[in-house]
């Protein structure tokens, strides 16, 4: 499982933790969990996932550039390779995150990829509740993988 973030915050680095700490769960077994920061990521990783997390803020209305970077460089070379790829996306948002959520839900039906998870929108005042959500979501996403049900 691949994970891809930008986390330029503490919060933002201690929810990419966090999801790592999920999918890396004991409770789940088999699952290779691999995480690169949107900039250094390249198509060659995507081909070997078998899901993909996306972790992004929100900044001026829509995904970090890291992010939209990522997706730049590797849009047409993952174009008609990935298709059905299993996909999860939580955005930290100050107030909104609708933007976010809407390009890269437009992008990640152009690359045909299955969005798996309700768009977590961590938004607001930082909450430790977060927290405890980005690990179940790495958790759900693994456990998802292994059962073969995603
Ligand atoms: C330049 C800039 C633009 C931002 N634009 C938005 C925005 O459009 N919508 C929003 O909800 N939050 C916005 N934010 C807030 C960020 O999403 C937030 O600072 C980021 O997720 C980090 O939060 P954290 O420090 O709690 O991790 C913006 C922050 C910056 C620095």
Same mark, same amino acid.
């Given at each position: /499982?691949?994970? *891809?973030?930008?986390?330029?915050?503490?919060?933002?680095?201690?929810?990419?933790?966090? *999801?790592?700490?999920?999918?890396?769960?004991?409770?789940?077994? +088999?699952?290779?969990?691999?995480?690169?920061?949107?900039?250094?990521?390249?198509?060659? &990783?995507? $081909?070997? =996932? !078998?899901?993909?997390?996306?972790?992004? @803020?929100?900044?001026?209305?829509? /995904?970090?550039?890291?992010?939209? !970077? #990522?997706? !730049?460089?590797n849009?047409?070379?993952?174009? &008609?390779?990935?298709d059905? $790829? @299993?996909?999860?996306?939580?955005?930290?948002? +100050?107030? !909104?995150?609708?933007?976010?959520r809407?390009?890269?839900?437009?992008?990640?039906?152009? $690359?045909?990829?299955?969005?798996?998870?309700?768009?977590?929108?961590?938004?607001? &005042?930082?909450?430790? &509740? #977060?927290?405890?959500?980005?690990?179940?979501?790495?958790?759900?996403?693994?456990?998802?993988?292994? =059962?073969?049900? *995603?």
């Amino acid at each position: /499982m691949l994970i *891809i973030s930008h986390t330029p915050s503490p919060n933002l680095q201690r929810m990419l933790t966090a *999801i790592i700490t999920g999918a890396s769960s004991k409770e789940v077994s +088999g699952i290779e969990v691999k995480s690169i920061t949107a900039l250094k990521t390249v198509t060659e &990783d995507v $081909l070997k =996932a !078998d899901a993909v997390i996306l972790l992004t @803020p929100e900044n001026l209305g829509y /995904m970090s550039g890291a992010l939209k !970077d #990522f997706f !730049d460089r590797n849009y047409y070379l993952c174009m &008609d390779k990935t298709d059905g $790829l @299993p996909c999860a996306m939580v955005i930290r948002a +100050g107030n !909104d995150g609708t933007g976010t959520r809407r390009a890269i839900e437009s992008i990640l039906t152009g $690359l045909r990829w299955k969005v798996v998870q309700a768009p977590m929108i961590c938004k607001g &005042d930082f909450q430790q &509740d #977060f927290i405890q959500q980005c690990e179940e979501l790495g958790l759900s996403m693994a456990a998802s993988l292994e =059962a073969g049900i *995603i």
